[in-house]
């Protein structure tokens, strides 16, 4: 799948999440937009659903952030986790 | 001639690689953390006429909708309506008795209103919060109470902007109000509440407490207002305290109008 591909997926999910009125979808866009690597597009994803939902209420206040953060922690994971595989297996990637 | 392995440098480039990554997003982070309440004001100008066009959209697809499903749906609402008149004209007769005596007691119970129309509600959203499209340019301050209508309270105000507000409810996991229990005897016993989502909310209080399925749970203040009702209690032998489980009066999640009462 080409990297615009990816994103204009990712996009897609997002939109018809807010559209549908239903937030896993709107999440499922921006995981899907930081597994591909899309790291750009997925911090954006995460500032525009904190700065639409807010900060969390309960005992996640303190996350402040909590989809921005998602979305660095799981582009940072697939960063460590290609640079293994690369290591373990240079010629295949 | 000193010779570095293949995998030496790339594990070299991953690392640097990965340092950037991290440095970038923490930046991020931190820009986005100092900049918010610019960024959530700016955006929410833009967003709220956005979702009040997406509200519009929905009430034009109705025709769509199944003829025979609409009927039925008119046929129960109107029997609803018929009882609720006759209980709303009870509650308006008490409701003024109420205000004479807060007036004969120079205790005057009198409140603004603000209507406000609810913009994005659960599920849009993952946490019980309420969008409403009236901000600080209408009048609403933090901490202001929100009602379903009438006396019948479900939050409060927990973030303003210029055009919109943000409404925490009370059955919000993890928030904590002080009450009273409004028991059937007419005892008024203050207790805590806490919410635990979907408009449900729990309390402990002692063994002995007179509480019964059905009582209210009134706000501990002159206008009172009902915040839950009591739809359970659970009482296990050799404890020394007993479980109210609370509901709101009213489905917060299917509320298409608000009511913000200004302190």
């Given at each position: 799948?080409?990297?615009?591909?990816?994103?204009?997926?990712?996009?897609?999910?997002?939109?018809?999440?807010?559209?549908?009125?239903?937030?896993?979808?709107?999440?499922?866009?921006?995981?899907?937009?930081?597994?591909?690597?899309?790291?750009?597009?997925?911090?954006?994803?995460?500032?525009?659903?904190?700065?639409?939902?807010?900060?969390?209420?309960?005992?996640?206040?303190?996350?402040?952030?909590?989809?921005?953060?998602?979305?660095?922690?799981?582009?940072?994971?697939?960063?460590?986790?290609?640079?293994?595989?690369?290591?373990?297996?240079?010629?295949?990637? | 001639?000193?010779?570095?392995?293949?995998?030496?440098?790339?594990?070299?480039?991953?690392?640097?690689?990965?340092?950037?990554?991290?440095?970038?997003?923490?930046?991020?982070?931190?820009?986005?953390?100092?900049?918010?309440?610019?960024?959530?004001?700016?955006?929410?100008?833009?967003?709220?006429?956005?979702?009040?066009?997406?509200?519009?959209?929905?009430?034009?697809?109705?025709?769509?909708?199944?003829?025979?499903?609409?009927?039925?749906?008119?046929?129960?609402?109107?029997?609803?309506?018929?009882?609720?008149?006759?209980?709303l004209a009870d509650r308006n007769m008490l409701y003024q008795e109420t205000l004479d005596l807060e007036n004969r007691l120079s205790r005057n119970g009198s409140t603004k209103t603000?209507?406000?129309?609810?913009?994005?509600?659960?599920?849009?959203?993952?946490?019980?919060?309420?969008?409403?499209?009236?901000?600080?340019?209408?009048?609403?301050?933090?901490?202001?109470l929100?009602s379903?209508?009438g006396t019948?309270?479900?939050?409060?105000?927990?973030?303003?902007?210029?055009?919109?507000?943000?409404?925490?409810?009370?059955?919000?996991?993890?928030?904590?109000?002080?009450?009273l229990?409004h028991?059937?005897?007419g005892?008024l016993?203050?207790?805590?509440?806490?919410?635990?989502?979907?408009?449900?909310?729990?309390?402990?209080?002692?063994?002995?407490?007179?509480?019964?399925?059905?009582?209210s749970?009134v706000l501990p203040t002159l206008s009172g207002g009902i915040?839950?009702?009591?739809?359970?209690?659970?009482?296990?032998?050799?404890?020394?305290?007993?479980?109210?489980?609370?509901?709101?009066?009213?489905?917060?999640?299917?509320?298409?109008?608000?009511?913000?009462w200004k302190q």
């Amino acid at each position: 799948m080409s990297r615009s591909i990816g994103s204009l997926i990712a996009l897609i999910i997002l939109l018809v999440g807010l559209l549908l009125s239903f937030w896993p979808l709107a999440v499922l866009g921006l995981l899907f937009a930081a597994i591909q690597g899309r790291w750009v597009l997925a911090v954006c994803i995460g500032i525009f659903l904190d700065l639409l939902w807010g900060t969390p209420t309960g005992f996640f206040h303190f996350l402040l952030l909590p989809w921005t953060l998602c979305a660095c922690v799981v582009v940072a994971f697939r960063h460590m986790l290609l640079g293994r595989i690369r290591l373990r297996m240079p010629d295949r990637l | 001639m000193k010779m570095t392995s293949p995998n030496r440098e790339k594990r070299s480039k991953i690392r640097h690689g990965s340092v950037v990554v991290a440095l970038l997003g923490v930046l991020i982070l931190i820009g986005v953390l100092i900049l918010r309440p610019t960024l959530e004001n700016f955006f929410w100008r833009i967003w709220s006429q956005v979702a009040q066009v997406r509200m519009t959209l929905g009430d034009v697809a109705n025709p769509f909708a199944s003829k025979a499903a609409l009927e039925k749906e008119n046929t129960i609402l109107q029997a609803e309506l018929a009882s609720t008149t006759a209980l709303l004209a009870d509650r308006n007769m008490l409701y003024q008795e109420t205000l004479d005596l807060e007036n004969r007691l120079s205790r005057n119970g009198s409140t603004k209103t603000i209507l406000g129309v609810v913009l994005m509600r659960p599920p849009a959203l993952p946490y019980d919060v309420f969008v409403i499209d009236v901000g600080s340019s209408n009048g609403v301050i933090t901490n202001d109470l929100v009602s379903a209508g009438g006396t019948l309270f479900i939050g409060i105000v927990s973030q303003v902007y210029d055009t919109t507000s943000r409404v925490t409810l009370f059955s919000t996991p993890g928030e904590t109000y002080a009450a009273l229990l409004h028991s059937q005897n007419g005892t008024l016993t203050p207790i805590s509440i806490e919410g635990q989502g979907g408009g449900s909310l729990v309390s402990k209080v002692p063994i002995g407490v007179a509480a019964s399925v059905g009582d209210s749970v009134v706000l501990p203040t002159l206008s009172g207002g009902i915040m839950a009702t009591v739809s359970a209690v659970v009482a296990p032998q050799d404890q020394s305290f007993e479980t109210l489980y609370l509901q709101m009066p009213v489905n917060p999640f299917a509320l298409q109008y608000v009511e913000v009462w200004k302190q």
